[in-house]
């Protein structure tokens, strides 16, 4: 491979890895551009990390990511142990009835925040 093309390849980072440079630039006195180059990374390419943390968009792998939860009274009641849960993610909606399956679940949202 060429030296040209050596320079040209993407370096793919682990959520860990931009986490952890993400930290770093948020360190007091910390610079951005600073922190980029010490790491290897373009300074736009850290405020992109940023944004999707930001957006949930970016943890690590076996973390907790955290979702905005905002409860409303507005959804319609049902008997003793009926219900469920609706959320709402960008346009897209789900409805979740009382004795889904946990794990099929988890699978769902996991994707969902991806």
């Known amino acids: 491979m060429a030296e040209n093309e050596e320079k040209q390849r993407r370096i ?3 959520a860990a890895e931009k ?3 993400l930290a770093e630039a948020r360190m007091p006195g910390a610079s951005v551009a600073r922190v980029a180059r010490e790491n290897g990374v ?6 992109a990390w ?4 930001a957006r949930g968009r970016l943890a690590a792998a076996g973390s907790q990511a955290l979702l905005a939860v905002r409860l409303t009274d507005g959804a319609p009641r049902r ?3 009926g ?3 609706e959320l709402e993610c960008g346009r897209g909606r789900l409805r979740i009835e009382a004795g889904a399956d946990p794990a ?6 996991e994707r969902l925040i991806r």
Do not use: D, K, M, T
């Open 12 to 14: 793919r980072r682990s």
């Open 19 to 21: 986490l952890r440079i």
């Open 42 to 47: 373009n300074a736009n390419q850290v405020y």
């Open 50 to 53: 940023r944004g999707q943390e």
């Open 79 to 81: 008997g003793p142990g």
């Open 83 to 85: 219900g469920g849960l």
């Open 104 to 109: 099929l679940l988890r699978i769902v949202l």
